[in-house]
């Protein structure tokens, strides 16, 4: 394992590099290859280094991490499930949930006005589990997540026909159209239901708070990612005012794009 200057000894301080994992590190859903571990030790040397993604730690921990190595040693900052889990320099930063932050009473009323609706709906096949609960979200499912591959396909092109998704989302958004919350409809088979802001973006939180821990003050944040237009999950924090964004095509254009942006 390289070592690294302390992050305020860092030739370029006040700049964090920050990175989508899947597609941008990584081939979609693959593990890492090692001409991108090393690009990112030789970064690691002259700035900040994080990731940013919305899976949870230990898929990130597969794709980029090994056996004997653990991911949130090999950035200054691992956000997972896009900030709600985070470290700085390997040590757990605090913690948020979608069940902490709704409470329990709203997030009962919500869960039974979802069972009731799912109850009313009539579809040529109904599987099992059609709520997941998640650390940072509600994951629903008409069809039910326990459905076979085929059965997903059959949904899917059911659901184009007669909006099953888009009517029960537009029921939702009325329903509780006080709760600041976001639906997002992704998949063949659900959709999912999460605070409003708590994309990307939520992660800057813990960097703007370094000036208060280490006295540093991040100016420049770049991140890229391949999902960086509009309705990819990456838009949000490319598009943020407080980010230098830099959309990618995979894993060889963030490292050709990182070679000419730090002379690496």
Not at 64 to 80: E, I, K, P, Q, R
Not at 136 to 157: K, T
Not at 181 to 186: D, K, Q, R, V, Y
Not at 219 to 239: A, L, V
Request: glycine content about 8%.
């Amino acid at each position: 394992m390289a070592d690294y200057p302390p992050l305020e000894d860092r030739p370029l301080k006040n700049t964090i590099c920050l990175f989508d994992v899947d597609g941008t590190l990584t081939p979609a859903r693959l593990t890492v290859a090692p001409e991108m571990l090393d690009l990112l030790s030789r970064l690691r040397q002259k700035c900040a280094i994080g990731f940013v993604g919305g899976s949870d730690l230990a898929k990130q921990q597969e794709q980029l991490g090994t056996a004997s190595t653990n991911v949130t040693s090999m950035f200054d900052f691992a956000f997972s499930e896009n900030g709600l889990t985070a470290f700085r320099s390997g040590k757990p930063l605090a913690s948020n949930s979608f069940i902490k932050w709704i409470g329990e009473e709203k997030y009962q009323k919500l869960v039974n006005f979802m069972l009731a609706y799912l109850a009313n709906i009539s579809l040529p096949k109904k599987r099992g589990t059609f709520i997941e609960f998640r650390n940072g979200m509600i994951n629903v499912s008409p069809i039910g997540r326990n459905a076979s591959n085929e059965e997903r396909r059959e949904f899917e092109q059911y659901d184009k026909q007669h909006n099953i998704r888009r009517d029960f989302v537009d029921a939702l958004k009325k329903e509780f159209a006080d709760f600041s919350l976001t639906f997002s409809i992704g998949g063949q088979i659900s959709f999912d239901v999460f605070p409003t802001g708590w994309d990307k973006t939520y992660c800057l939180q813990h960097i703007e708070a370094e000036k208060n821990i280490s006295g540093i003050e991040y100016k420049t944040i770049h991140f890229f990612g391949d999902k960086s237009f509009p309705g990819g999950n990456d838009w949000e924090i490319y598009s943020d005012p407080r980010t230098v964004g830099h959309a990618v095509s995979g894993p060889d254009d963030t490292m050709k794009q990182l070679k000419e942006l730090f002379q690496l």
